[in-house]
């Protein structure tokens, strides 16, 4: 009789610790990305200042560093097209979009936390959406692409290791 109260009811799935730490880290840090999108919507115009006038001294620092005049201007040119998207609307239009798809990833999560599959294509649909998004409202040039795509590494590795578990969830 004891020994049946220690042993797992093999009907009812057991998260493992990889589960468990993937779920912990979408936790933080999709619970980060909802907050800070949000503050972002309030403090955009200050936002788009900081990011010209960093994107500013960075184009400096390429017309000054540069190795061939052709690729400073070329790269100048990729900098400029993604400043150029850097408008207090666009910024708070991004800010409510990123809320909602990293909110769309907290959703995910927590289904994951309860073994459900579905979670994980609710934070597969939030990442793919932010990095689409993200690119549309940057400019859509390969610039865009690539800023997309480094802003949103991380969930792009979480959903790889949460489709590596999905054995272990259920329908």
Same mark, same amino acid.
């Given at each position: 009789?004891?020994?049946?109260?220690?042993?797992?009811?093999?009907?009812?799935?057991?998260?493992?610790?990889?589960?468990?730490?993937?779920?912990?880290?979408?936790?933080?840090?999709?619970?980060?990305?909802?907050?800070?999108?949000?503050?972002?919507?309030?403090?955009?115009?200050?936002?788009?200042?900081?990011?010209?006038?960093?994107?500013?001294?960075?184009?400096?620092?390429?017309?000054?560093?540069?190795?061939?005049?052709?690729?400073?201007?070329? #790269?100048?040119?990729? #900098?400029?097209?993604?400043?150029?998207?850097?408008?207090?609307?666009?910024?708070?239009?991004?800010?409510?979009?990123?809320?909602?798809? @990293?909110?769309?990833?907290?959703?995910?999560?927590?289904?994951?936390?309860?073994?459900?599959?579905?979670?994980?294509?609710?934070?597969?649909?939030?990442?793919? @959406?932010?990095?689409?998004?993200?690119?549309?409202?940057?400019? @859509?040039?390969?610039?865009?692409?690539?800023?997309?795509?480094?802003?949103?590494?991380?969930?792009?590795?979480?959903?790889?290791?949460?489709?590596?578990?999905?054995?272990?969830?259920?329908?």
């Amino acid at each position: 009789m004891i020994g049946e109260l220690n042993e797992p009811d093999p009907k009812i799935p057991v998260r493992n610790r990889y589960i468990t730490i993937l779920c912990i880290v979408t936790f933080v840090i999709s619970g980060m990305g909802v907050t800070n999108n949000v503050l972002g919507y309030f403090d955009a115009d200050k936002q788009v200042v900081n990011m010209t006038l960093a994107m500013t001294k960075a184009t400096a620092d390429i017309k000054q560093n540069a190795f061939s005049k052709e690729n400073a201007d070329a #790269v100048i040119g990729m #900098v400029n097209s993604i400043t150029s998207s850097f408008t207090g609307d666009n910024f708070r239009l991004l800010s409510i979009f990123m809320a909602v798809t @990293s909110f769309i990833c907290l959703i995910g999560g927590l289904l994951i936390w309860q073994l459900n599959k579905i979670g994980f294509h609710f934070y597969l649909v939030g990442t793919l @959406s932010s990095i689409l998004l993200t690119f549309l409202l940057m400019g @859509s040039n390969v610039m865009s692409l690539f800023l997309s795509l480094f802003m949103n590494i991380f969930g792009i590795l979480i959903a790889f290791f949460f489709a590596m578990n999905l054995r272990y969830m259920k329908d």
